[in-house]
């Protein structure tokens, strides 16, 4: 069929999806599995929800709840947005504040939006895989983010113009990130504020995990660290914040959101209402109920489950892994970031993990935009309990101290 | 702010947003409007969603409900959708049924799949000017679709070839179309799939009225007949049929579909993967609830309502319209298409019209892909009572009397 052939077109620039192609395949249930990268199920606030539909499909409200509505949001949970945002350094008004269909749709519309072919996107190595399938639609080139390092702005910005672009924005997440757990300092923060003035790039901060902070001194986000340079104008900043419901309330709804300066949220209006109208009516009032309701407790609830998971997958790698393995210590979030000797490849590890120990990670390579650092690995603690993690941790110890030995032994020989 | 530029590259792509601005202006109480192409929402069938979400978030399934899931979207309601697809003429497995959120999304995930700029999208002059609003993203040029002109395939394609690039796909509502009501019988189908063959072009069609059929003799889909042609091979087919549960059940859960074949599928369930992941979960589990319990009762109670009300929009039609005023006869949907003397142009007559008569529409020129035939407009029946058609109509004849009278002293003048 010849008329396919026009399919293929844009095939080839998406790539996490393979991926996530290899990680369905780990959800059987002999295999102890740390790869998923979502919330505890069992923590969904199932109850409060189901309030909120009732509330939302009862009486003389159920006619608007499931009508059409705009493409900005519901203006409810906009202002409740403008509040709680306010709450973490970033006062806003909700005009401010565009609803999407989770972050992962604001950073489609991201890239839709600044992206031409041959642009650059600079994104930290390594970064968020959706991140990178989101942008491959519109065939960027990728370059490093790195903000504490001494590359100056100037080369970044003559590297993109040598491949026929502009450096659109940089990308990043800078509280316990996905994949590695790490927080970017307030150093870096503001370096990477002077670096994006420099190259007069957008920053788009991606603020998924921002409220899962279990220790240590919380660092303000980007967008209010430049709202503080520009004498709180929200209107001249380039930060542009994407935050999301789904990891602090539940996924299944697709709720998050976009705050930024009114030029930037208008055009973002106006390419959601061409590409879906807008994010469900009812998802958006039922999230402003349970937000309002349950937030704040919630959120505590989960910090506090989440972090002793944390606690417990730090101590198990610290009794289990063998010499030259290293990992990082996040302070929030759902990720530890696993870097094992070189010359073992992470995806090699999982196909031998799922052989033999039944312990499953998402390798690392996936989350480097030119497929780089292969010895890296994901571990995800938010699915597991204590038990499942020190024998999951004892399991690919053992496994890893089997591996390290024999590369050794072929180094030695 | 000179990194705001990069956001005007995409700006001057999306159209339909103007018009989606008007008409938000004519939400007015004291405004009769026939203008918004919504179903009327005290017809939503609310207590079958509130029945849904309440199994649904009820008991151990709630986690599942509320959990991310696959981007191809929920396995029993693509099962459902395949025995409503053989129910009408298209037999296909559920491996052929993806769920997009609300065809909206379908038409944008279409056009960014095969356009490239220069390439030409076929389209019927009048179109929906939401398809023109999702595939002006992606840069096409466009041309007539007129499966009954004599215009020969080849000279389609050349036109296509002149301007840089291919013909991709024809689209059309082929059933009680937005916004002329009107639809294309077997003749014309069987014409459109010549033309697709000669030019080897996809067929979108687009079916978001279909099921809305309130007289007159059904008829098949465009890809049931092109089913026919092929022996029943869908995995053989070029149409992708678009379809929607935004008018027969409720459009705030944004839920629509799409029936191709599998490596079409393939492509959109990558696409989704990196742009939004998947529609919300709990919509599609509540769809599906409300699908198996109510569909077929609860569409033959909208087909009641909807076809008095547009019987009622064609009598007043005809006891007050002036001479040389036509209108369509649409034997279902939602909208009546008006043609006006040459000369008049809907947007002014919709000016005068809010001023001095207080009656909404929409001026036809926003459905062409080249702003012609200004002298059209869209009468929407679905959200009006009997009174308000009859009131409504008398006072738009009233205005279009004035018009052409004077209008014609003019041209005798």
């Known amino acids: 069929m010849d008329w396919q052939n026009v399919l293929a077109d844009r095939n080839g620039r998406m790539k996490a999806s393979e991926i996530r192609e290899l990680l369905k395949l780990l959800d059987q249930p002999d295999i102890l599995s740390f790869a998923g990268g979502i919330p505890d199920p069992k923590l969904f606030p199932a109850q409060a929800y189901r309030d909120a539909m009732d ?39 909700a005009e401010n504040v565009f609803i999407t269909s989770g972050s992962q749709q604001a950073l489609d519309y991201l890239g839709k939006l600044m992206l031409n ?5 600079l994104v930290t190595w390594p970064t968020y895989m959706g991140a990178l399938g989101a942008f491959n639609a519109y065939e960027p080139r990728y370059d490093r983010l790195d903000p504490k390092s001494n590359r100056p702005a100037s080369a970044i910005a003559d590297a ?50 921002q409220t899962l902070r279990y220790d240590g001194e919380p660092v303000p986000p980007i967008l209010a660290l430049e709202l503080a340079r ?33 030029p ?41 489950t989440y972090s002793a998971r944390r606690d417990a997958m730090l101590a198990a790698l610290k009794r289990h892994m063998p010499d030259g393995v290293r990992w990082t210590k996040p302070e929030g979030g759902m990720f530890v970031w696993v870097t094992v000797p070189e010359g073992i490849d992470g995806a090699d590890l999982l196909a031998q993990s799922l052989q033999t120990e039944k312990v499953a990670f998402v390798p690392g390579r996936a989350f480097f935009a030119d497929g780089s650092n292969g010895n ?12 499942m993690i020190e024998e999951g941790m004892k399991r ?3 496994l890893l101290a089997r591996v390290t030995q024999s590369a050794t032994a072929v180094a030695a020989g």
Chains 1, 2 share one sequence.
């Not at 003389?60 to 350094?89: D, N, T």
């Not at 973002?268 to 879906?276: F, G, N, P, R, S």
Request: hydrophobic residues 45%.
């Open 264 to 304: 930037v949220i208008a055009r973002l209006v106006l390419m959601k209402q061409a590409a879906d109208l807008h994010s469900p009516t009812l998802n958006q009032i039922a999230t402003d109920h349970v937000a309002r309701a349950i937030f704040e407790p919630h959120v505590a609830k989960l910090r506090a």
């Open 160 to 209: 993109a113009a040598d491949a026929g672009g502009k450096v659109k924005f940089a990308y990043l997440s800078a509280d316990f990130a996905n994949p590695t757990g790490e927080t970017l300092d307030r150093t870096g923060r503001e370096a990477l504020l002077d670096m994006a003035d420099a190259l007069d790039c957008a920053v788009i901060e991606d603020a998924a995990y």
């Open 396 to 398: 690919l110890g053992r």
């Open 376 to 387: 890296t690995l994901r571990l995800s603690f938010s699915c597991a309990d204590e038990a």
């Open 117 to 121: 072919p041959e642009d650059t996107a």
């Open 55 to 93: 509330a939302a499909l009862t009486g003389p409200s159920a006619g608007a709840a499931l009508q059409y509505s705009v493409s900005e949001g519901y203006k409810p949970l906009r202002e409740w947005l403008a509040e709680h945002m306010a709450s973490i350094g970033v006062p806003c008004a």
């Open 230 to 262: 520009k004498g709180g104008d929200l209107e001249a900043c380039r930060t542009i914040y994407c935050g999301s419901f789904s990891k602090v309330l539940a996924p299944g709804l697709r709720v998050g959101w976009v705050v930024a300066s009114k």
